[in-house]
């Protein structure tokens, strides 16, 4: 029978915590209608500076309403602003103020 060795470190069998996602918001009002093209947001959240880079795509979600959201690519990333080309919303009809930034897949084709 061959012998498993796990080896642990102080670190744990996890590892060291990698870039975060989790937490990032804006309360940037985005007013109706939704439309295609460039948007800026201003974010706030405990992964300033590390979780998004340009070229991501990601999903703005309304916190109150989950089910509104636009999605596009970021193109420019600052210290506390996106600027993303949006590219597909589930509506166009909400004027909204409070959103949770996260990962995108690619748009279907």
Known sequence: MDDIIVII???GLTG???????GVTSNT???SPFSTGPLG????GP???NA?????????????QPLIWLEGVITLKNINVINLTVDLFSQTSATLSNWNINLAGEKAV
């Open 9 to 11: 470190n102080d670190n």
């Open 47 to 49: 992964t300033i500076g």
């Open 52 to 64: 998004y880079s340009v070229g991501s795509r990601i999903r703005l979600s309304s916190n109150s």
């Open 41 to 44: 947001i201003i974010y706030s």
């Open 29 to 31: 009002t985005i007013f």
């Open 16 to 22: 060291k915590d990698g870039l975060g996602y989790g």
